[in-house]
């Protein structure tokens, strides 16, 4: 099947989608309210979802692996977390006052990662990553940041730097272009070559931001010593070591990835999971740090890091839909963990060999519940970083993608990892095997062929 064919067939199958989406860029620049959510020739508009499914506005169904940009790990609009809405709403929807549902949520979370002794709600993740270093420069009074090259840490302008290939200007226009005067990007998984960079710049560095899994930047764990290593540095020289666990946190166990390898940051970024399918974002800290974001104690400008939250922090719908998702996951941990993180691997090692026997050089990366495949090229025989990845035949991955999509009916985001939830079965990885392998004997992998 060729692309153009895969293409047609995808016409053929979405007409309605074309309609809206001929309709959506008269309102939206590009037709979507999220970059990453175009691909070509034109996304599918969804009108519902349900468990591992989604439906599109032309009648087809998807078995999803995209599941809400990774956030969703009991599937979409799992019936413990719709009953709890269903009543929340009709007690409010939106308080704008302290309320007690946001003390279950917290107090989960406080009980769940050492290192959240305070915690500040807000509603997304990149405005927790934006507090999160403002708090480091407030308590350091040091100005630079630190990520790592092809960490994404969501939309706020410090950090919109190094995101994507080639990694050293800008991420687009519309910002002063000083910002990078105060971020230094390190090369992930590269720890000597890090603390050399680190080093020029020590003297006023507030704090190392890194993701323990490249997520966006290609599903790419980090080395633990590399983790390890930067702590170590920055407890050494006074700089607070930040871990961005807007994907990782309650992924692979209940709570943080920090904690399961007996990480000491001295804050973390929560987001997506902890909100139940609604928005979300936290910013969890030690106290002697979180201190600082306080407004009765800090009572002048000179003292204060305002942090806010926003009109929608703690509202009570992402409270219950948050705490009914997390009370789920602590009593069913064992079996939940075991069954995700087990469908991963046999996700991960099936396309491995699935690949390798068809003689296409591949590397399927992730953990636990989390994968993702790079095709390999003559410019890259390992993914270690995002450089690896820019390197890799990313047109291939697109095909791979687009091919599960209209043809077999799996949808992927092209391009970006697959999380398998609750929802998923031994059944759904096995038709993932068999429709890769079908895609494989068709013509769209000639060119990569070894
Ligand atoms: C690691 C990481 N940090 C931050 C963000 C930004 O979160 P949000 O999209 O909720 O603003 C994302 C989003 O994908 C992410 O993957």
Redesign the pocket.
């Known amino acids: 099947m060729t692309r153009d064919s895969l293409n047609s067939l995808y016409e053929k199958k979405t007409h309605n989608s074309k309609k809206a989406y001929d309709n959506s860029v008269n309102i939206f620049p590009g037709g979507i309210s999220h970059n990453i959510r175009f691909f070509k020739p034109y996304p599918f508009f969804v009108n519902k979802a349900k468990d591992k499914h989604l439906f599109d506005v032309d009648g087809n169904k998807f078995v999803d692996y995209w599941m809400g ?1 990774w956030a969703l790990v009991l599937g979409h609009s799992p019936t413990i977390v719709v009953k709890k809405l269903a009543r929340q709403i009709r007690q409010g929807t939106l308080y704008g006052t302290a309320n007690d549902i946001s003390v279950n949520l917290g107090e989960t979370i406080k009980k769940s990662i050492p290192t959240s002794e305070l915690l500040r709600f807000c509603t ?4 927790a ?1 934006m507090y999160a270093i403002r708090i480091a420069r407030a308590v350091t009074k040091k100005r630079i940041i630190c990520k790592t090259i092809g960490g ?4 706020n302008t410090d950090l919109m730097q190094s995101v994507n290939y080639p990694f050293e200007i800008d991420e687009g226009v519309g910002m002063t272009g000083r910002e990078g005067d105060f971020v230094e990007s390190i090369p992930y998984n590269d720890l000597d070559r890090s603390i050399k960079l680190l080093d020029s710049v020590k003297d006023d560095l507030a704090c190392v931001i890194l ?1 323990p899994i490249l ?2 930047g290609g599903c790419i764990p980090a080395d633990i010593n590399y983790l390890r290593g930067l702590e170590e540095y920055c407890k050494r020289n006074d700089i607070l070591f930040v871990l ?1 666990e ?2 990782t946190g309650f992924r692979f166990n209940f709570g943080s990835y920090s904690s399961f390898y007996h990480l000491d940051p001295d804050m973390i ?1 929560l ?2 999971i902890v909100g139940g399918g609604l928005p979300i ?1 936290v910013l969890c800290g030690k106290k002697e740090i979180m201190k600082v974001a306080n407004p009765v104690e800090n009572t002048n400008k000179e003292q204060i890091c305002y942090i806010g939250g926003g009109t929608f922090s703690s509202n009570p719908l992402t409270m219950t839909a948050g705490y009914a998702t997390l009370d789920y996951l602590s009593q069913n941990r064992k079996s939940i963990y075991n069954k995700i993180n087990r469908l991963g691997d046999m996700a991960r090692n099936g396309l491995r060999k699935l690949f390798s026997d068809y003689g296409l050089r591949t590397q399927v990366t992730g953990i636990g519940s989390l994968f993702l495949t790079h095709f390999l090229t003559d410019k890259v025989n390992e993914i270690t970083n995002a450089s690896d990845v820019a390197l890799s035949d990313i047109q291939g991955l697109t095909r791979y993608h687009f091919a599960l999509m209209a043809k077999h009916g799996i949808f992927f985001l092209p391009r970006k990892m697959g999380a398998i939830s609750t929802v998923h079965d031994v059944k759904d990885i096995k038709n993932l095997l068999n429709a890769t392998e079908k895609i494989i004997k068709s013509d769209i992998f000639l060119k990569i062929k070894t």
Not at 152 to 155: D, E, N, P, R, Y
Request: glycine letters at 30%.
């Open positions: 940009h997304t993740g990149s405005e990553t994404w840490h969501g939309f993701e997520g966006g961005d807007i994907v970024t987001g997506k974002g």
